[in-house]
């Protein structure tokens, strides 16, 4: 269960994109991401299956990293590398037994009473959010914060934390700053169709500074 988490760790989104995941994931990998998560609340079982595999195989010709948003069954069947669940998914002690113990499993948290309960499980990274307002979500959890993301890495040891909500290239910073060893992005990253590969670079950079 170690695996190497890169300061940005771009999220899929075919609607703000317009553009397929495996689409988006090339262009995500040829702006430097070597792991990426394919979230996608509205396509069909099916079709989300179809999708994923394709994508699947572009990450695998880069050596990058696929996890999956939810789908543990869709993770098992490709064996991508990973899953992120949320609050309301499979319980991660179930996804780990399906998926081994060589895959990353990752773990949305809005509060610090859930990011110290998922410090207790077995898992490769805890996500807590959203920093920052975001529309990204449909009924998202309230604004955490940055004081509450310092409070969560003091509370978590050395487990690796990702923040995710509303963080841009002029936030980037300060999450760091607050204690996040990644960045979790959706639209700053993918919303411009014609950018993406140029929006992850510049992230990048800017939070390898
Ligand atoms: N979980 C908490 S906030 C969020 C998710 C999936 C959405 C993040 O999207 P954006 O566009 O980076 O704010
Ligand atoms: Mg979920």
């Known amino acids: 269960m170690s695996f190497n988490l890169p300061k940005v760790y771009p999220i899929t989104d075919t609607r703000l994109s317009g553009l397929s995941h495996a689409e988006q994931v090339t262009r995500l990998i040829h702006g430097g991401a070597t792991l990426i998560q394919i979230r996608d609340k509205y396509a069909a079982h099916c079709e989300f299956y179809h999708q994923t595999e394709a994508a699947f195989q572009v990450a695998r010709n880069h050596n990058a990293k696929l996890i999956i948003n939810d789908r543990v069954d869709i993770a098992l069947a490709l064996k991508v590398d990973g899953v992120h669940l949320g609050q309301s998914d499979l319980p991660v002690e179930a996804a780990r037994r399906l998926l081994g113990e060589d895959a990353i499993i990752g773990f949305s948290t809005h509060n610090i009473t859930q ?7 077995p898992l490769d990274y805890i996500a807590f959010g959203p920093i ?12 955490a914060g940055l004081a509450a993301l310092r409070e969560v890495r003091a509370s978590i040891g050395s487990l690796p934390l990702v923040a995710i909500g509303g963080i841009d290239l002029f936030n980037a910073a300060k999450v760091l700053g607050a204690g996040a060893d990644a960045l979790a992005t959706i639209s700053e990253l993918v919303a411009g169709r014609v950018e993406i590969e140029e929006n992850m670079r510049k992230m990048l950079t800017l939070a390898s500074s």
């Open 132 to 143: 920052f307002q975001t529309s990204t979500k449909e009924n998202p959890d309230p604004v």
């Open 115 to 121: 990011a110290k309960l998922a410090a207790t499980m």
